[in-house]
Every structure is written in C-alpha cells, then in structure tokens.
C-alpha cells in the first residue's frame, strides 16, 4: 500500500508541517487596541528581531507602561518618540487613521478592517500610496499596482518599511536555506516526483525517470492529484 502524497499530508497542518515558536516573542506585532478618539505617544526601546520575519520590530513603551511590539520603519531608532491617534503629526512611524493622511502619503502596516493592529503592507520594504478621499472610502494603492478601498477609520502608519532588499541576499550553503524555510514551516529541499519511490509519488518508479502517465490535470484538482 503506497503513502499518501506530501502535499495532502501536509494540508492536514500536523505538527511537524507548522512553524515553530522557538525563537519567536509570543506576541502579534499589531497595533495597541486604542480607542479612535484616544491619543497616546510611544517610545521606541529596542529594535529587535523575531525568527522567521525579515523586516524588524520596534517595542514600544507607551505613558501607561504597557509595551507593544510594531513593524519597525526604514530609520526608525530607539528613543525616538510615535504618536498614536487622529491628532498624530503627518511624521514617519506615527499611526493615524487614514482619513487624516494627505494623498501622495507612504504608508504601511494598514489596517484592512478596523482595529485588526494592521494586516497588509507587512513585508520587509514595502509601502503603498495614499491615493484619494471620497465618498466610498480612502483608495489606497498597494505595492502590487492594485488599488483598493479602505475604511477611513482604519489606521496606517507613515513610511516604509525597514528590511528591504532581506530577500536579495544570497544563502550561500543550503543549509542556510534550510533554517530559513524550516523558520518560516515549509518545506526545504523539494525532490521531485520522478525521483521518488513508487509507493511515495504518483510520479516515481521505473527503470528510468519518467511520469509514465498524462501530467495534465484539471485546474480544479485538489493537492494531490495534480
């Protein structure tokens, strides 16, 4: 009896397919949960950096004592000062809705529903533009080229992100590679199907490699049976 093909078992999400929490802070890097009409200001007190993200983190020591942890922005240094809230300064690495951001305005870390602490524009290096304001709601454009439409009261922070060109870097040994993907859950190296036994891959067996069978298959397939 053959074995069921990785990519099922993988979708499964077993534990040894999952991101591990080693070297991780056990914390989201979202925003404090700060009311709209609230105004607070923040201290950066460290830089640091959480395995299996590229771009930093800044944490972040607030009036009342409470710490949070945000995506870090390109010049950002520790004992600068942020402001969260409407009447924030139009400066880098403050956090204000996006109704009160001018047009041609860099942001990151936007919020896609509001109060969510920010879920797109999070890779290392990436920004997008304020666009417009109208009656439907603030377009934003993202770093894809796309544009869309967000919530004026979703919030946003000013600048771009640090850590960019992370990605640019070459690994050198594969077994750099390896704990980079192995940071991140996924599978490093790939071996490919011909090469496997034949109890492993649809693909595998013979006395040569080949797929031995038609390779084209319906778009609508589920992994596994492509």
């Not at 993200?53 to 942890?69: M, N, Q």
């Amino acid at each position: 009896m053959g074995k069921r093909p990785l990519v099922r078992r993988r979708g499964r999400g077993g534990f040894q397919f999952r991101s591990t929490s080693t070297g991780k802070l056990g914390s989201k890097a979202n925003y404090p949960r700060f009311s709209l009409a609230e105004q607070h200001e923040g201290e950066i007190i460290d830089l640091v950096h959480e395995r299996g993200r590229e771009a930093p983190l800044a944490k972040i020591r607030f009036e009342d004592g409470s710490v949070s942890y945000v995506p870090a922005i390109l010049g950002a240094k520790v004992g600068q000062t942020l402001q969260f809230g409407l009447k924030s300064e139009i400066q880098q690495g403050n956090v204000i809705s996006v109704q009160n951001i001018p047009d041609g305005t860099i942001v990151c870390n936007i919020e896609k529903h509001f109060g969510d602490g920010g879920a797109i524009v999070k890779s290392a290096g990436t920004n997008a533009t304020v666009f417009s304001h109208g009656d439907e709601g603030v377009t934003v454009k993202l770093p894809s080229g796309k544009f869309t439409t967000l919530n004026p009261k979703n919030r946003a922070m000013i600048g771009t992100l640090a850590g960019g060109g992370a990605s640019e870097r070459h690994f050198m040994s594969a077994g750099n590679k390896w704990r980079s993907f192995k940071a991140k859950g996924k599978k490093y190296p790939i071996v490919r199907g011909v090469a496997q036994a034949a109890y492993v891959h649809p693909h595998g067996g013979g006395r040569h490699q080949h797929v031995g069978q038609s390779s084209t298959v319906s778009r609508d397939a589920p992994p596994g049976a492509k």
